[in-house]
């Protein structure tokens, strides 16, 4: 039953989160191959640096992280802000974290230090 399984590790990673904040599943959309729109809230994936939009690769990254989230319910573990104000997040989709292997190829030097979370 994947309903079952999803309810099961969604319950496990709530669990998994204690006290570092509140974390509850929701409907995002992908802003490009690294960010996602979470109803208001803008968020940068933490540690997956995909190609800019107008950039090789940049259109393939966003179509690759919009197929893991459409309609489907994400669960965001939120490690601060980056310096451009969006939530820095580790994102996770029926009980699976989004990793770079499922954007596509890391993109730029990926300096961590440019979305460094401000806690």
Known sequence: MPGLRFAMALAGMLGM?????????????AVDGDSLLCGTERV???DVYAAEFNQAGGRAAKR???ALVHRREVVL????????????????????????ADIGPRAGNGVKSRYASRH
Do not use: F, M, P, W
């Open 17 to 29: 989160l204690g006290s570092a904040g509140a974390a509850y599943a929701e409907q995002c959309r």
């Open 44 to 46: 940068r994936l933490h």
């Open 64 to 66: 690759n992280l919009e």
């Open 77 to 100: 573990q939120r490690r601060g802000k980056d310096r451009y104000g969006r939530t820095l997040a580790d994102a996770y989709v029926e009980g699976r974290k989004i990793v770079q």
